[in-house]
């Protein structure tokens, strides 16, 4: 494949974005991650309007960085300090950007739904990679949505995707083009459009904007040999760029993706490997505890055997099948969570994230309600800002005597402490309806059953004599 300027120049590039840009009134939003590819569009774009008239500057340009709050430390600092500087600047020269992160919501984030709700972490063979969608795609797709409402139009999103970086996403790219058009449809938000202005461009041509124009500065204050020594760390100081040689031809470098450091869809974690072997060994606490959680996903005594509505499934041997994390493994991730984040003097889960995880215990699991504030305090000596306001429902007397009377008449335990804290919860309904049906619901979730359904279900599919 052929440079793209080899056959265009910057000049060209940057007219094709400004004519885009004028030729319509949708707002635009750029993804901007801190990687190489969309600090290229950001440069070209912030350019593009610092070439523009005052009056010429019609509709705002929204810089919208995702931080799924499991961002690699290295990459989430540099990350924040690339969004502030950006606002920063565009304010002092004029121009309508405005910068921001959005995270996931605090019921819905890597911590809250393994900790709190038992999820098991993300495959690596992709058959439940919840993560993406939950941590990432959604609060962005929020943000454009609310962008979108607030100034009632239709928007365009600006994406660093290029067709160089893989012969699938070639592919992909091509097949969602329109003829003889820049802007394509969003494929999951109506009424807004993609651009993708380097789709062209090869991994050299990025590094050529980055290094070769204005010495390696961006617009905005920043020194591009920094992004150049973060992918060099990743790809564990072996990267052999070293900007342009005196051919003017640049020697590929960048190729690490940069990742949330307890990711569990890949193996091997390259990029925090690399980190590591480049110095940063403060970050070894954090590939050891991502070892340590995909070593126990499977693991019999951390799962429950029943899915979070009762339901159960046969595997193939006929036993019951894996379900969430136990209570007890649950309690043993986020000590060892915690003891890690004390050891790195890091926040890896956030106070938000702490109560919405209490709170969900609080609701499914924890009689005394006093679980997760103790074990926070055991571990740091700090009490939790809500610390206080934690009453036990009952006593861990009261609690002892349940365990021992459903011990001494094989009655589940699980299914009385269920049956107590859905009676608390509905305890304030006039009708006595709701509390009726929830009960009904909870004496009826098929892992209570699942012995006698499988033996109507063999003698169902015994040949008849």
């Not at 591009?224 to 031809?249: H, K, R, T």
């Not at 956030?350 to 005394?368: G, P, Q, Y």
């Not at 269920?418 to 049906?437: A, D, E, G």
Request: charge should be negative; charged fraction near 30%; proline fraction near 4%.
């Amino acid at each position: 494949m052929n440079n793209f300027f080899d056959e265009f120049t910057y000049d060209e590039l940057l007219d094709e974005i400004k004519y885009v840009y004028q030729s319509d009134n949708r707002s635009w939003i750029i993804g901007y991650s801190g990687g190489k590819d969309s600090t290229t569009v950001v440069k070209l774009v912030y350019e593009m309007l610092q070439s523009l008239n005052p009056d010429e500057r019609t509709k705002n340009v929204y810089i919208v960085s995702s931080d799924t709050l499991i961002e690699n430390p290295l990459i989430k600092i540099y990350l924040s300090k690339m969004n502030s500087m950006l606002g920063e600047a565009a304010a002092r020269d004029g121009l309508p950007i405005i910068s921001c992160m959005v995270t996931p919501e605090y019921n819905n984030t890597f911590w809250t739904n393994i900790i709190g709700k038992g999820l098991p972490t993300p495959r690596m063979n992709g058959t439940f990679r919840w993560c993406t969608d939950r941590l990432k795609i959604k609060p962005s797709a929020d943000k454009i949505k609310a962008i979108m409402s607030e100034e009632d139009r239709e928007v365009v999103v600006l994406l660093g995707v290029r067709k160089a970086e893989s012969n699938a996403r070639r592919r992909r790219i091509e097949g969602r083009e329109l003829v003889n058009r820049m802007l394509n449809r969003h494929e999951t938000i109506q009424d807004a459009y993609v651009y993708n202005p380097i789709v062209e461009l090869t991994t050299e041509d990025v590094w050529k904007v980055l290094l070769e124009h204005n010495s390696g500065k961006t617009p905005w204050g920043s020194d591009n040999s920094e992004l150049v020594a973060l992918y060099s760390d990743a790809d564990s100081g072996e990267c052999p760029f070293a900007g342009i040689s005196n051919s003017g031809q640049t020697q590929s470098c960048g190729q690490s993706r940069f990742g949330c450091w307890c990711c569990t869809v890949v193996r091997d974690d390259k990029s925090l490997n690399g980190f590591i072997k480049a110095g940063h060994r403060e970050l070894i606490p954090l590939a050891e505890f991502r070892s340590w959680l995909m070593s126990i996903r499977d693991v019999d005594e951390y799962r429950e055997k029943k899915h979070r509505d009762g339901t159960v499934y046969a595997d193939k041997h006929g036993n019951k099948g894996y379900g969430p994390f136990t209570w007890e493994a649950r309690q043993l991730i986020l000590t060892r969570l915690i003891e890690t984040q004390r050891t790195i003097n890091y926040e890896l889960i956030t106070l938000d994230e702490l109560r919405a995880i209490d709170e969900i215990w609080d609701r499914e699991l924890d009689l005394s309600r006093r679980v997760l504030v103790d074990l926070y305090y055991n571990l740091t000596g700090e009490k939790l800002p809500w610390d206080s306001y934690k009453e036990p429902l009952m006593n861990a007397d009261t609690v002892k005597s349940i365990e021992d009377l459903c011990e001494e008449y094989d009655v589940p335990n699980e299914l009385v402490r269920n049956l107590l804290l859905s009676v608390h919860q509905n305890k304030n309904y006039s009708n006595p309806k709701i509390m009726r049906k929830d009960l009904d619901k909870l004496l009826n979730q098929q892992w209570l059953h699942f012995d006698i359904l499988r033996e109507i279900d063999n003698a169902d599919n015994e040949p008849c004599t």
